[in-house]
């Protein structure tokens, strides 16, 4: 099993940035792609970026692309996620997810093994 805790999230004014991390445990060894996800009150989980396992290669939704960049470092088993120049939009709950070790990297919730229980953002105008 693979535990996921989100942390870094919080109350920023549009324009300003915040980092998101994601710090995994347990049988990490199983862990391959990461992504990032978001969520707003009465919307869908929404796609924000992923990470293969290697760290080389890297997808973000068109909202946050230039805006956003997600990386990761295996050696503490932790995800990052940099947003700058954040805007009211932007406001969700956002989710780190794993999936398993060779599972093929992808943009939908679906197949993302492990999830962690969300770090509020909040952007105000």
């Known amino acids: 099993q693979v535990q996921l805790v989100e942390s870094g999230g919080g109350l920023v004014q549009a324009g300003g940035s915040l980092r998101l991390s994601c710090a995994a445990s347990g049988s990490t060894f199983s862990i391959g792609t990461m992504g990032w996800f978001r969520q707003a009150p009465g919307k869908e989980r929404q796609f924000v970026a992923n990470?293969?396992?290697?760290?080389?290669?890297?997808y973000y939704a068109d909202s946050v692309k230039g805006r956003f960049t997600i990386s990761r470092d295996n050696a503490k088993n932790t995800v990052y996620l940099q947003m700058n120049s954040l805007k009211p939009e932007d406001t969700a709950v956002y989710y780190c997810?794993?999936?398993?070790?060779?599972?093929?990297?992808?943009?939908?919730?679906?197949?993302?093994?492990?999830w962690g229980q969300g770090t509020q953002v909040t952007v105000s105008s």
């Open positions: 997810a794993a999936k398993g070790l060779g599972a093929s990297s992808g943009t939908t919730p679906l197949g993302y093994v492990y």
């Open positions: 990470i293969n396992w290697r760290g080389r290669i890297t």
